[in-house]
């Protein structure tokens, strides 16, 4: 019975991680929910959707009825946008059958098409390194395009460096001229987390023994070099990450592995000793031998980021957690 129509102004905004959230907690809830995108590049076999859909089915709202994406037939780079009159007519009666079925209806449309006449939620994802005045000329930009059919601005991925320009000056400067911003959420770590599997593959490693579950996760590396701290004070800082180092230093890669690292990733090709191997197969850390020395790898890894994506439970959870505290009203801002 109510639509709500998400768009963003870029891919990977944070969208689909909204999507998700709103879906899964109104399912919990009692309602029956639909998660529906119009558009895709992969229609049959779109990752957002494969994500969604079984989440929402564990949490009592089975899809079936909520029809697949059309193929995305042009570029939504640049304002303005709008469907061809054959996809609009589809979508509009795809949205009519769902509206009659559901409780509720997540729309996660492609960036900045919609042809919603219902309301629309921006998701506005801070472009890297662009000052607080860039940053609200943009936003006020996309909403003069939504309109009427504007009913809430979220701010996502805020540099931790201007936490206090953009979450707070900049949202309350936005609202006195009347936009209905509901908050700004901070960038975090844990939504730039990369599995184990996608470390392996991405760097052509192998692993000493399979993984007990390759889809853990890390969400940082660490040199494991010649340091003046000790090791505790330098590798136990941080709870979910990999370290980096050489397959002839045992002593690195023990001191990390007593400080709960997930991953050690052993450069040069050699393998470890035997009671590398022990000990790790008893703290279930994952061992992954790669060609290269250390210090190639290190640099290999800022292509990694572009493989990070939201479909994973943790993070959804971890989205879920960032809207609570951070939006004013929680998720339940948004809900109707």
């Keep these: 019975m109510a639509i709500i129509n998400l768009v963003s102004n870029q891919p990977g905004a944070g969208k689909t991680c909204l999507a998700g959230a709103l879906a899964v907690k109104s399912s919990q809830m009692g309602r029956r929910v639909a ?37 995305q037939p042009v570029s939504f780079d640049d304002l303005p946008t709008s469907l061809s009159d054959a996809h609009a007519d589809q979508v509009e009666a795809n949205l009519s059958s769902l509206e009659s079925t559901f409780d509720l209806t997540i729309v996660d449309w492609e960036a900045q098409a919609t042809s919603a006449k219902s309301q629309v939620v921006l998701v506005f994802g801070c472009p890297a390194g662009a000052p607080p005045a860039t940053v609200s000329s943009a936003v006020k930009e996309r909403a003069v395009h939504l ?54 593959e991405f760097l052509g490693g192998e692993w000493i023994e399979d993984p007990s579950d390759p889809d853990r996760w890390v969400d940082r590396f660490l040199i494991g070099g010649n340091i003046l701290d000790s090791g505790p004070n330098y590798l136990g800082r941080f709870p979910y990450q990999a370290v980096i180092t050489r397959a002839a230093r045992p002593d690195i890669q023990m001191a990390s592995l007593m400080c709960n690292t997930r991953l050690l990733v052993l450069t040069e090709g050699e393998e470890p000793t035997e009671y590398i191997r022990v000990e790790a197969q008893k703290r279930d850390a994952a061992l992954l031998v790669v060609p290269g020395n250390t210090l190639e790898t290190a640099e290999s890894l800022g292509a990694l980021v572009d493989m990070a994506h939201p479909c994973s439970r943790h993070k959804l959870a971890r989205f879920t957690e960032l809207a609570e505290k951070h939006l004013d009203g929680g998720l339940g801002a948004i809900l109707p």
């Design 35 to 71: 998660y529906y995108k119009p558009l895709s590049v992969t229609p049959e076999a779109d990752g957002d959707v494969g994500f969604l859909a079984p989440l929402l089915v564990e949490s009592g709202s089975p899809q079936e009825g909520v029809p697949p994406p059309l193929s």
């Design 147 to 200: 309109g009427d059919s504007l009913a809430g601005v979220v701010i996502n991925n805020v540099p931790r460096h201007r936490e206090r320009e953009l979450m707070v000056d900049m949202v309350a400067d936005l609202r006195e001229q009347g936009l209905p911003v509901l908050g700004a959420i901070p960038e975090d770590r844990q939504m730039l987390a990369l599995t184990l599997r996608q470390v392996a």
